[in-house]
C-alpha cells in the first residue's frame, strides 16, 4: 500500500498560482488545464479526499505527463508535481490494475530475463520485412503504417548481436589502473550497442577494466514511470544482486535516464536498504566520470590547425538536469575539446517530449513537442547535437530524420572519443 | 465534498446545462471544444484564490461570432456564462460560483497586428502577456503593464481585471494602454468600442467602461494597445531602511525630486525577516524597509538618476544601498523580492492576500496600523509592494486548521480596509472586486455610486447571465 499522508501534504502546497503554465511543454500544446500540474495536482487532492473516483479519465490526464520536472523546477512554493504525479500513476495501478498493453510489456516481456531478447532476436530477422533501412543513419522506417507507429518514424535497427553479448564478463585494459561495471540498459545493448562500445575503449583507453555482469536487466524506469512498483523493485532487486556478485568500486551508466533511476530511484524503491544504498553509490555517468580523469591527466591539445572542427549543440536530457543536476559537466568536457566549436541552443534544457512510453500512448503530442526541440537544434546550425540519455538520442533522431537536417544525433560518449584523441 | 457551485445552480431563475443544451453548445464550438467531465469540471472551478467551485460545463470558444451565439442561447434559456483566460486571478474574478458555463480564450490567442508606424498592436484576449512583450520587444517596441503572472496570464484577464504591476508607478496599469475592443455584450451583439489613434472623443468612453469591469458587462473579443518604444537600459538598486518610516519618506522624496523610478517595490520588516530566514541572504535582520528601486531609460542618464536616489536616501537613517553593475547583480537584489511569496508560506500555509492602495504619503501609518491591527489578534501580517503607487500587498497567513484563525483574520482584514478607506485610499488596486471582496464594497463605494455601477449591470446584462455573482454582494 502506498502511504497517502505524505502525498496529501504535497498536494495541499499547491496554491494554484498558474506558474507551471509557462514552463510545461505539455501545457504548451494542449492549452488545457488537465494537461499542467496545478490541474493534475488539483485532481490528485480531490482523489485523496476521496471527492473523484479512480477513473479511467484521471489515469489518462496523470498518464499525460512527461514527468520533465519543469513544473517542480519553476514552483514557488516547492510542489514537486512530479513526483506527486507518479506516485499518484501507482496509486491508479495499486486500484485499477496496469492496461493490457502495459501488462503485456512491463509484467510479461520486460520482466521476464528470456522473453525480451528473444522476442528482439525473433524481430530483428524479420525487421527486414516491416522496415526499409535508412540510408544515412542506423535506423530503419516502417514500409507501411501500423498501429502506434508512423511511416515516416526513425525506428532503430535491432543490434545483431546485442552488446552484451559481443564482450566476456570483463575486458582488461593493459596496465588497468582501476576496473569498472557498465550498466548497458535496454537501449544500448539491444538497438545501440555503438554507444557502448565507445564507452569501453573510452574506458579503457583511460586503463580501465571493464565487468559486464550478464544478468543485469533493464533498469526498471519504464515499469516505475507507469506506475508499476512491483515490476520496477522485481528488475531493480535483479540489478543489485547482479552487481553485487561482482565487487566492484564504480558503475558507469551512458544511459542518463538509467543513470537517474538507479542511483535515485532504487532509494525510494528500497529506502532503507543498505545493499540498495551501497549500490547506488557505485553509480557514476560519463560526463563527470570523465571530466575527472580528464583533470587526472590533462590531454595533450592537438595544434589547431586548418581542420574543421565539429560544431557541436548538447541537448540536456530532464533526468540529468533537473534530476541529478549534472548540465556543466558534459559543458566543460567538451568545451576543452580542441575540435568541438561549441553552439548553445536556445532552452537546452526543454523537454524532447520522448518521456518513455508517453512517446508511443501520445505520439502526435510527443512530435509537436519534438518540433520545438527541432527547430532550437536547426537554428544552431550545428553540424552534430550531443545529448546522454538514450530516450532523448532515439527522439532526437527521429526529429532529424524527419525533418530531414544534416545535423548527426549521437550520444555523449561517441563525441568524446572524437573530440580528444587519444594523445601521443 | 466540494464545495459545490451546483448547489448555487438552483438560485432562482437559472437552468441547468441539461443533455439538449449541452448538445446545442456543441453544435456551436464544435465538441472537441466541451468539456463536460467530473475531471474537466474540478480543473475549471479555481484561480488563483484559494477557492474552489464547479462549473456545469467548460467551452473553448473559436470566435466572437461563438461566443455570441452563446450567450443568445443563455439568455434564451438562462444560465451563467464565465469569462475566463488563464485563470490566475486573485479575487476570483473568473470562478463559476453560480456554476454554468466557463468560457475559455486560450484558443483566441493569435496576435493580429504589430503597427510599428502607429505604435499600436491588436491582440485576440487568449494572448500571454510575456509572450505579446516578447513579440513586441523584439521590434524595440514595449508593452509595460507588468502584473507578477506576466508570463501566465492574458491579456483579456488583464483588460478584464485592469491589472498593474511594478512599473505602474512611472508606466500606468493596463486601462493606459487599451485605445478600444471589440466586445461581445451579454445580450449577443458585437461591438466595437473606442479608436486606433491616440486621441478620440467621439461618444461615451465605453473603452473605459469594459476595462476593469470583470468580466461582468461583456466579453473582450479583440484589444487595441498602445505602445511605447523601449527603454534603453535599466539599472536597479537596493536601499534598506532602520524604520519603515525612512523608506516611505525616501519613496515620496525621490518622486518629488522629479526621477520617477520604473519600479519602487517595499517590503517590510516582518517581509525581510521571512526571506532572511528562508534563504541567509545576509540581509540584516533587524531592517524595517526595503527599497527595490529600478529606474529606466538613456543609458547616459541612469547614473545619474542613482547618484540623485543615492543622496537623497543617505540623508534618512539608511543602513545600506547597492548598485547593481551588470545582470547577474540585478539578479541577486530582485532575488529577495522573488522569494518572498515562497518565503511567506513558511509562515503558515493559507494566504489572504489583499492589494490595497493608499496616498504615497500615508504609507508608513498604512503599515503601522495594519501591523496593529493583526497583532491584536495574534496573526501573521507582512506587507509588501508597489509602493511607488501606495499599492501594497497587505498579507496575512493563516493556518485554517488553527481554531478560529480564519475568522479573526477575516475581522483583520475588513478593520485592514476601513483603515485604508479612512487613509484615502482604495480596496483593490489591481486584482479587482470578484467575490473576494464583493462583501466589503459598500466600505469604499457610496449607495449611490453602487446603484449606478448596478443600473449599468442590468441595462446591458437584463437576465444577469455573464458573470453573475461578482462584485456586488447578493
Redesign the interface.
Known amino acids: 500500500m502506498i502511504p497517502l499522508e505524505p502525498l496529501r501534504e504535497i498536494a495541499e502546497k499547491c496554491v494554484r498560482c498558474g506558474i507551471c503554465q509557462s514552463v510545461c511543454p505539455v501545457f504548451a500544446e494542449i492549452q488545457k488545464e488537465s494537461a499542467v500540474a496545478r490541474g493534475k495536482v488539483t485532481l490528485i487532492r480531490k482523489l485523496l479526499l476521496k471527492e473523484t473516483g479512480y477513473s479511467q479519465k484521471l489515469s489518462t490526464y496523470l498518464l499525460q505527463c512527461l514527468g520533465c520536472g519543469a513544473c517542480s523546477e519553476n514552483c514557488p512554493n516547492g510542489v514537486k508535481a512530479d513526483e506527486l504525479i507518479l506516485a499518484a500513476r501507482a496509486l491508479m495501478v495499486e486500484k485499477r490494475g496496469l492496461s493490457l498493453p502495459k501488462w503485456v510489456f512491463l509484467r510479461g516481456i520486460l520482466r521476464s530475463v528470456y522473453l525480451l531478447p528473444l522476442l528482439l532476436k525473433t524481430g530483428s530477422l524479420l525487421q527486414g520485412l516491416l522496415l526499409k533501412k535508412i540510408p544515412e543513419e542506423s535506423g530503419l522506417r516502417l514500409r507501411f503504417s501500423l498501429p502506434y507507429l508512423d511511416k515516416d518514424r526513425f525506428i532503430p535497427t535491432t543490434a545483431n548481436p546485442f552488446f552484451l553479448d559481443r564482450y566476456s564478463e570483463e575486458v582488461k585494459a593493459e596496465n588497468a589502473t582501476g576496473r569498472i561495471g557498465l550498466f548497458a540498459g535496454c537501449s544500448i545493448n539491444y538497438l545501440f550497442p555503438s554507444v557502448g562500445e565507445s564507452t569501453v575503449r573510452l574506458l579503457i583507453r583511460n586503463r580501465y577494466s571493464v565487468a559486464f555482469p550478464k544478468d543485469q536487466a533493464c533498469c526498471g524506469l519504464p515499469a516505475y514511470g507507469s506506475g508499476d512498483i512491483e515490476t520496477a523493485k522485481s528488475l531493480a532487486w535483479r540489478n543489485v544482486e547482479a552487481f553485487d556478485r561482482r565487487d566492484l568500486e564504480q558503475i558507469i551508466v551512458p544511459c542518463g535516464s538509467c543513470f537517474y533511476f538507479l542511483k535515485e530511484g532504487y532509494l525510494k524503491l528500497f529506502p532503507n536498504d543498505e545493499k540498495v544504498r551501497a549500490f547506488s553509490r557505485k553509480m557514476v555517468e560519463p560526463s563527470t566520470f570523465f571530466l575527472k580523469q580528464m583533470n587526472r591527466s590533462p590531454q595533450v591539445n592537438r595544434s589547431q590547425d586548418e581542420h574543421k572542427k565539429i560544431r557541436l549543440t548538447y541537448h540536456d536530457p530532464c533526468h540529468m538536469r533537473r534530476g541529478m543536476k549534472i548540465y556543466q559537466e558534459p559543458r566543460r568536457l567538451l568545451q576543452q575539446s580542441p575540435e568541438i566549436e561549441w553552439v548553445e541552443m536556445k532552452q537546452p534544457d526543454r523537454c524532447c517530449g520522448m518521456a518513455g512510453s508517453f512517446n508511443f500512448v501520445y505520439y502526435d503530442l510527443s512530435r509537436k513537442i519534438l518540433k520545438r526541440k527541432i527547430d532550437d537544434i536547426e537554428a544552431t546550425r550545428a553540424d552534430c547535437v550531443a545529448t546522454s540519455c538514450m530516450g532523448c538520442l532515439i527522439q532526437l533522431k527521429d526529429g532529424i530524420h524527419q525533418r530531414k537536417l544534416d545535423t548527426r544525433a549521437v550520444h555523449l560518449v561517441e563525441v568524446l572519443e572524437k573530440a580528444f584523441p587519444k594523445g601521443e | ?2 464545495p459545490m457551485a451546483q448547489e448555487n445552480n438552483g438560485r432562482k431563475g437559472y437552468c441547468d446545462l441539461d443533455k439538449n443544451l449541452v448538445r446545442q453548445i456543441e453544435a456551436i464550438v464544435g465538441k472537441e471544444n466541451v ?1 463536460s ?4 469540471l ?3 472551478g ?3 484564490t ?1 477557492l ?1 467551485v464547479l462549473p456545469g460545463l467548460v467551452v473553448f470558444p473559436n470566435s466572437a461570432k461563438e461566443i455570441s451565439q452563446i450567450l443568445i442561447l443563455a439568455n434564451k434559456n438562462r444560465f451563467p456564462v464565465v469569462p475566463r483566460g ?3 486571478g486573485f479575487s476570483g474574478g473568473s470562478l463559476p460560483v453560480w456554476g454554468g458555463v466557463v468560457l475559455v480564450t ?2 483566441l490567442n493569435r496576435i493580429l497586428e504589430v503597427d510599428t508606424e502607429n505604435l499600436i498592436a491588436i491582440v485576440e484576449p487568449g494572448v ?1 502577456t ?1 509572450d505579446f512583450q516578447k513579440e513586441v520587444e523584439r521590434l524595440g517596441l514595449f508593452y509595460p503593464p507588468d502584473p507578477a ?1 506576466q ?3 492574458s491579456l483579456g484577464g488583464n483588460v478584464a481585471e485592469c491589472a498593474g504591476g511594478p512599473r505602474a508607478v512611472k508606466y500606468g496599469v493596463t486601462k493606459d494602454y487599451v485605445l478600444g475592443l471589440e466586445v461581445v455584450l451579454p445580450t449577443g451583439e458585437i461591438i466595437e468600442t473606442g479608436v486606433k489613434t491616440m486621441k478620440g472623443v467621439v461618444g461615451y468612453d465605453l473603452t473605459k467602461l469594459f476595462v476593469g469591469s470583470e468580466g461582468t458587462l461583456g466579453m473582450i473579443t479583440k484589444i487595441i494597445l498602445k505602445l511605447l518604444p523601449l527603454p534603453d537600459a535599466r539599472k536597479t538598486a537596493m536601499v534598506l531602511f532602520r524604520d519603515v518610516e525612512d523608506a516611505a519618506t525616501a519613496v515620496s522624496r525621490i518622486i518629488s525630486s522629479k526621477i520617477i523610478p520604473s519600479t519602487l517595490e517595499l517590503m517590510d520588516h516582518a517581509s525581510i525577516q521571512c526571506v532572511e530566514d528562508y534563504l541567509n541572504m545576509g540581509l540584516p535582520k533587524d531592517a524595517g524597509a526595503l527599497l527595490l528601486i529600478e529606474v529606466d531609460g538613456d543609458r547616459e542618464v541612469l547614473p545619474k538618476y542613482m547618484a540623485k536616489i543615492d543622496e537623497i536616501t543617505s540623508g534618512l537613517n539608511r543602513l545600506e544601498m547597492k548598485i547593481a553593475e551588470n545582470d547577474e547583480e540585478t539578479q541577486t537584489l530582485w532575488k529577495a523580492r522573488r522569494a518572498l ?2 518565503a511567506s ?1 513558511r509562515l503558515n ?1 493559507t ?1 489572504m492576500a489583499e492589494d490595497i492602495t493608499v496616498p504615497r504619503t500615508e504609507i508608513a501609518t498604512f503599515i503601522r496600523e495594519a501591523r496593529k491591527i493583526a497583532d491584536e489578534r495574534n496573526l501573521k501580517i507582512i506587507n509588501f509592494g508597489h509602493a511607488g503607487d501606495g499599492n501594497l500587498h497587505t498579507s496575512i497567513m493563516i493556518d485554517e486548521k488553527n481554531g478560529d484563525e480564519k475568522k479573526r483574520a477575516e475581522e483583520a482584514i475588513e478593520e485592514i480596509f476601513k483603515l485604508t478607506v479612512r487613509l484615502g485610499g482604495t480596496l483593490s488596486g489591481e486584482h479587482g472586486v470578484g467575490t473576494t471582496k464583493a462583501p466589503y464594497l459598500h466600505l469604499e463605494l457610496k449607495h449611490d455610486a453602487i446603484e449606478v455601477m448596478k443600473k449599468i449591470k442590468s441595462v446591458l446584462d437584463p437576465n444577469n447571465i455573464l458573470n453573475p455573482g461578482k462584485i456586488f454582494k447578493t
Not at chain 2, 37 to 40: F, H, K, L, P
Open positions: 465534498m466540494i468539456l467531465s467530473i475531471e474537466d474540478i480543473c475549471y479555481y484561480d488563483a484559494n474552489e488563464m485563470g490566475t486560450t484558443r500571454v510575456g503572472s508570463l501566465y496570464c511569496s515562497p508560506y500555509p494566504k
